[in-house]
Protein backbone atom coordinates (compact mmCIF):
# COMPACT_ATOMS: atom_id res chain seq x y z
CA UNK A 1 0.00 0.00 0.00
CA UNK A 2 2.79 2.32 0.92
CA UNK A 3 4.67 1.74 -2.38
CA UNK A 4 1.28 2.61 -4.05
CA UNK A 5 1.04 5.51 -2.51
CA UNK A 6 4.38 7.58 -2.54
CA UNK A 7 5.87 5.86 -6.10
CA UNK A 8 2.48 4.82 -7.85
CA UNK A 9 3.34 1.77 -8.65
CA UNK A 10 0.91 -1.02 -7.91
CA UNK A 11 3.15 -4.50 -7.38
CA UNK A 12 0.31 -6.42 -8.11
CA UNK A 13 0.17 -4.76 -11.76
CA UNK A 14 2.74 -7.39 -13.13
CA UNK A 15 0.69 -8.77 -16.34
CA UNK A 16 0.36 -4.80 -18.21
CA UNK A 17 2.60 -4.16 -20.88
CA UNK A 18 5.79 -1.93 -19.88
CA UNK A 19 5.24 -2.84 -16.20
CA UNK A 20 7.45 -2.06 -13.51
CA UNK A 21 8.55 -5.39 -12.94
CA UNK A 22 9.68 -5.10 -16.45
CA UNK A 23 11.76 -2.46 -16.14
CA UNK A 24 12.79 -4.24 -12.62
CA UNK A 25 14.09 -7.25 -14.59
CA UNK A 26 15.83 -5.40 -17.11
CA UNK A 27 17.66 -3.40 -14.78
CA UNK A 28 16.26 -0.30 -16.20
CA UNK A 29 14.88 1.27 -13.54
CA UNK A 30 17.39 1.41 -10.72
CA UNK A 31 15.78 4.36 -9.02
CA UNK A 32 12.76 2.82 -8.80
CA UNK A 33 14.30 -0.01 -7.08
CA UNK A 34 15.67 1.41 -4.63
CA UNK A 35 12.94 3.87 -4.14
CA UNK A 36 10.85 0.43 -3.19
CA UNK A 37 13.43 -0.82 -1.11
CA UNK A 38 13.75 2.45 0.93
CA UNK A 39 10.13 1.67 1.37
CA UNK A 40 10.00 -1.55 2.64
CA UNK A 41 12.96 -1.68 4.60
CA UNK A 42 12.69 1.75 6.29
CA UNK A 43 11.30 0.61 9.45
CA UNK A 44 13.60 -2.01 10.10
CA UNK A 45 16.73 -0.18 9.28
CA UNK A 46 14.76 2.87 11.78
CA UNK A 47 14.94 -0.15 14.53
CA UNK A 48 18.70 -1.35 13.40
CA UNK A 49 19.41 2.18 14.28
CA UNK A 50 20.95 2.14 10.60
CA UNK A 51 20.28 5.32 8.32
CA UNK A 52 19.64 5.12 4.71
CA UNK A 53 23.02 6.41 3.73
CA UNK A 54 25.25 3.61 5.85
CA UNK A 55 23.02 1.19 4.08
CA UNK A 56 23.37 2.56 0.57
CA UNK A 57 26.96 2.93 1.14
CA UNK A 58 27.53 -0.45 2.43
CA UNK A 59 25.88 -1.96 -0.80
CA UNK A 60 27.15 -2.34 -4.32
CA UNK A 61 26.00 -4.41 -7.61
CA UNK A 62 25.64 -7.79 -6.01
CA UNK A 63 23.44 -6.74 -3.00
CA UNK A 64 21.25 -4.94 -5.87
CA UNK A 65 21.04 -7.70 -7.81
CA UNK A 66 20.05 -9.62 -4.81
CA UNK A 67 17.30 -6.88 -3.56
CA UNK A 68 16.49 -7.03 -7.01
CA UNK A 69 15.54 -10.96 -6.83
CA UNK A 70 13.81 -10.64 -3.74
CA UNK A 71 11.79 -8.24 -4.34
CA UNK A 72 10.59 -9.88 -7.58
CA UNK A 73 10.66 -13.29 -5.66
CA UNK A 74 7.99 -11.54 -3.37
CA UNK A 75 6.23 -10.45 -5.64
CA UNK A 76 5.65 -13.82 -7.74
CA UNK A 77 5.11 -15.09 -4.24
CA UNK A 78 1.99 -12.98 -3.53
CA UNK A 79 0.82 -13.24 -7.39
CA UNK A 80 -2.04 -16.32 -7.84
CA UNK A 81 -0.94 -19.79 -8.29
CA UNK A 82 -1.95 -19.91 -11.76
CA UNK A 83 -0.13 -16.83 -13.05
CA UNK A 84 3.22 -17.11 -10.99
CA UNK A 85 4.51 -19.79 -13.96
CA UNK A 86 4.17 -17.44 -16.90
CA UNK A 87 5.07 -14.12 -14.66
CA UNK A 88 8.31 -16.02 -13.63
CA UNK A 89 8.63 -17.48 -17.36
CA UNK A 90 8.50 -13.53 -18.61
CA UNK A 91 10.86 -12.05 -16.25
CA UNK A 92 13.81 -15.48 -17.24
CA UNK A 93 12.89 -14.53 -20.97
CA UNK A 94 13.37 -10.41 -20.50
CA UNK A 95 16.56 -11.57 -17.87
CA UNK A 96 17.82 -13.63 -20.66
CA UNK A 97 17.53 -11.20 -23.45
CA UNK A 98 18.91 -8.36 -20.98
CA UNK A 99 22.11 -10.61 -20.73
CA UNK A 100 22.67 -11.52 -24.38
CA UNK A 101 22.35 -7.98 -25.14
CA UNK A 102 24.82 -7.31 -22.29
CA UNK A 103 26.85 -10.08 -23.75
CA UNK A 104 26.64 -8.28 -27.58
CA UNK A 105 27.75 -4.73 -26.42
CA UNK A 106 30.94 -6.44 -24.50
CA UNK A 107 32.25 -8.34 -27.58
CA UNK A 108 32.02 -4.95 -29.34
CA UNK A 109 33.82 -2.89 -26.96
CA UNK A 110 36.72 -5.80 -26.86
CA UNK A 111 36.24 -5.43 -30.99
CA UNK A 112 37.00 -2.06 -30.55
CA UNK A 113 39.68 -1.91 -27.69
CA UNK A 114 41.49 -4.79 -30.08
CA UNK A 115 41.43 -2.53 -33.44
CA UNK A 116 42.45 0.52 -31.12
CA UNK A 117 45.48 -1.43 -29.68
CA UNK A 118 46.56 -2.56 -33.18
CA UNK A 119 45.77 1.35 -34.85
CA UNK A 120 48.05 2.54 -32.60
CA UNK A 121 50.60 -0.15 -32.19
CA UNK A 122 51.34 0.87 -35.82
CA UNK A 123 51.47 4.36 -35.49
CA UNK A 124 54.42 3.77 -33.19
CA UNK A 125 55.83 1.35 -35.56
CA UNK A 126 55.20 4.09 -38.31
CA UNK A 127 57.23 6.85 -36.13
CA UNK A 128 60.10 4.99 -34.94
CA UNK A 129 61.17 3.43 -38.41
CA UNK A 130 61.15 7.27 -39.81
CA UNK A 131 64.23 8.45 -40.43
CA UNK A 132 65.20 11.62 -38.37
CA UNK A 133 65.58 14.66 -40.45
CA UNK A 134 69.46 15.15 -40.37
CA UNK A 135 68.79 19.46 -39.77
CA UNK A 136 66.97 18.90 -36.96
CA UNK A 137 69.21 16.72 -34.82
CA UNK A 138 72.38 19.01 -35.37
CA UNK A 139 72.75 21.59 -32.47
CA UNK A 140 71.91 25.15 -33.09
CA UNK A 141 73.96 28.19 -31.60
Not at 22 to 42: F, G, K, N, P, R
Not at 45 to 52: C, I, P, R
Amino acid sequence: MKIKSELGIDVTDVASENSWIQDLALSEDIVTLMSMVVIILQPALDKAGVSMEEFFDRIGAEECDALLSALIGGVVNFTPAHKQEPLVRAIVMMQTKAEKAAQKVLLLLEDRSEKVDKEMEAQFQSMIQKPLNPSSSTPQE
